[in-house]
């Protein structure tokens, strides 16, 4: 195993890098072990094109899949020193697990959460940030049975308390950090069905069961829940920029979906180091630093600042050299603004981005600078990615790429019929009456609200609710949320493209555009605008920005009215609440 000779001191850091160091190769010349495991799930893993891709890649679904027993356990027999997660940190905390550790630790955090009286379909939600704990719990929250409510340290009490209570939680498992602490002092109060607050980190929390050293006096916990395919594994909180947040609820083949994420969209290597910066609440967590990475055989970077820093994010891709990495648009932007070069990222052969759209103007700097394209992945909470620039793709900028063979995807226009090259239309699933689910592998099973499940398909088509349009070549290109959408004079106008004009500007911080009424056009557009330090609002910036997007795009979807805000308002997982918006605009 990895570490110290006592792999339960976790004060002790890693012996060497070389230890797991395993030569740059690609992404299936693997072990024998990695291998067998993929030919459980896949016929195939080499393809010569995008259309051979998508015609022939398939996921042969097993009848009882378990994660923790197929993927951990196995990967722990055949290879126990395999590196399964490198954990690190800004205070200089480095703590290696091998799969081996995980599948040890799992199991003893599966004995302990058994006796706080957690067992088969509860559900439990976390606050963990990205700490190390939140890898073993999950693993052995799979084990039990329970479905795991991952969720943003970010979060206010109103926002906690709602969650708990519209997913019936159990029990809660969260860092002991301050700002956590008020936020769930007085929860139980709030939330009638929470049993018991279960606390993770460097200090106990008088008064409340620590789960970091108490798991570890824990016997074994052998053996597993006996669970289906269709039993839930894990709910998801969307965004809700317009509205509460939807539970999106996936079953326990969820994991398998992510083969596609980890092997063709980050493109991950055996036993090199992949970097997904996200927060464990938030579903790109669950894209890039579990499930695909693992199968795949690729260890994951488990970075955990307490906040983002260009500097210290660059210090550590410098010094553990991850082969891959998949981190937000915003990363990317701050980056290049903090200056980048392509010798900090010198390791990384493959970048990839998702959750919001990536601007071609952001995405060209990039390549500049460090010779390499970002691949971008377009998906939602509810599944893997839909669409994304695979590598057999001639990467287009600002292009989400083309749709991904685990799915059925179309473009339609409100009758339901297919649109035709560049016209706009909704991005949607055809998942019919697939009972084997092989067509929705990855998908979300249903959405829960107010004690009841409701299905997320209408007439055999999830609807994923963003406007797109399709070229010639069969690319797909992101035009804005259905609901985002401004109708002005006739014409339907997204606010993404006038959003990645103003952002190229050196005065502009963040941008936002909004549809406002108009009793003439119905809607004209109007932006939202955070500027940078050194510039100050005025009538000629706004006209020479005004100027700037007619410059740049077309003319009629210049914005009429500009406002100027200090920060615009968001979502814990940085997506724009644009409802908030029109009470800034006067």
Not at 27 to 44: A, N, T, V
Not at 133 to 151: F, K, N, Q, S, T
Not at 351 to 374: C, D, H, M, Q, V
Not at 445 to 463: C, E, L, M, Q, V
Request: charged share 25%; glycine share 8%; with cysteine.
């Amino acid at each position: 195993m990895y570490g110290t000779d006592d792999f339960f001191d976790f004060t002790q850091p890693l012996r060497s890098m070389n230890d797991c160091s395993v030569r740059a190769g690609h992404l299936f010349e693997r072990s024998g072990c990695i291998m067998e495991i993929l030919k459980k799930y896949l016929d195939r893993t080499e393809f010569s094109s995008y259309e051979d891709f998508k015609k022939n890649f398939r996921i042969n679904v097993p009848g009882d899949f378990d994660y923790a027993r197929d993927i951990v356990d196995a990967r722990a027999d055949a290879e126990p020193d395999s590196l399964a997660l490198m954990y690190c940190s800004d205070d200089g905390k480095e703590i290696p697990f091998s799969f081996a550790d995980i599948s040890e630790l799992s199991k003893r955090a599966a004995s302990y959460l058994k006796e706080m009286g957690i067992g088969k379909r509860d559900r439990v939600m976390t606050l963990l940030r990205r700490r190390y704990e939140y890898w073993i719990i999950a693993i052995a929250l799979h084990r039990l049975g329970a479905i795991i409510v991952p969720a943003s340290i970010q979060l206010t009490q109103k926002d906690i308390s709602y969650r708990i209570n519209s997913a019936g939680v159990k029990a809660l498992i969260a860092l002991n950090d301050d700002f956590v602490n008020k936020q769930i002092s007085d929860i139980k109060s709030l939330c009638p069905g929470l049993e018991s607050i279960i606390y993770v980190g460097d200090e106990k929390k008088e008064g409340y069961a620590f789960f970091s050293s108490e798991y570890l006096k824990c016997d074994m916990l052998e053996g597993y829940s006996g669970l289906s395919n269709d039993d839930e594994m894990i709910i998801y909180f969307t965004s809700g920029t317009s509205g509460y947040p939807k539970m999106a609820i996936h079953d326990r083949l969820y994991p398998l979906g992510h083969i596609v994420t980890a092997g063709y969209m980050q493109r991950v290597k055996k036993g090199r180091l992949h970097l997904t910066l996200a927060d464990s609440g938030w579903a790109k967590f669950g894209w890039g630093n579990i499930y695909g990475q693992w199968i795949c055989g690729a260890p994951v970077l488990g970075y955990d600042p307490v906040r983002f820093s260009s500097e210290h994010l660059l210090t550590i891709i410098k010094k553990y050299s991850p082969a891959s990495m998949c981190v937000p648009p915003t990363m990317y932007r701050l980056l290049l603004r903090d200056g980048l070069d392509a010798e900090h990222v010198k390791s990384v052969e493959w970048f990839s981005t998702a959750g919001e759209p990536l601007a071609g103007e952001i995405n060209n700097e990039f390549r500049r600078i460090t010779g390499k394209y970002i691949h971008e992945g377009f998906g939602q909470s509810e599944g893997t990615p839909i669409t994304c620039g695979f590598e057999w793709l001639e990467i287009r900028p600002s292009s989400m790429g083309k749709p991904s063979p685990l799915y059925d995807v179309a473009i339609i226009s409100p009758d339901g019929s297919r649109c035709r090259p560049g016209q706009h239309g909704e991005v949607v699933i055809f998942v019919g009456n697939d009972s084997d689910r092989k067509g929705r592998v990855g998908l979300l099973r249903a959405y829960f609200s107010d004690g009841k499940y409701i299905n997320p398909t209408r007439d055999g088509i999830y609807h994923t609710g963003d406007i797109a349009y399709e070229d010639e070549d069969g690319y797909y290109w992101y035009v804005g949320r259905n609901d985002d959408m401004i109708k002005s004079s006739g014409y339907r106008i997204g606010p993404f493209e006038i959003e990645s004009v103003l952002n190229t500007h050196p005065a502009v911080k963040e941008s936002a555009i909004v549809g406002c009424p108009d009793p003439i056009r119905g809607q004209i557009i109007c932006g939202v605008i955070a500027l940078r330090s050194d510039y100050k609002p005025s009538d000629s910036l706004t006209k020479e920005l005004q100027d700037y997007v007619k410059a740049n795009t077309a003319p009629y979807k210049y914005p009429r009215k500009i406002v100027y805000t200090a920060e615009l308002p968001k979502t814990t997982s940085g997506k724009i609440i644009r409802k908030d918006l029109l009470s800034r605009i006067s």
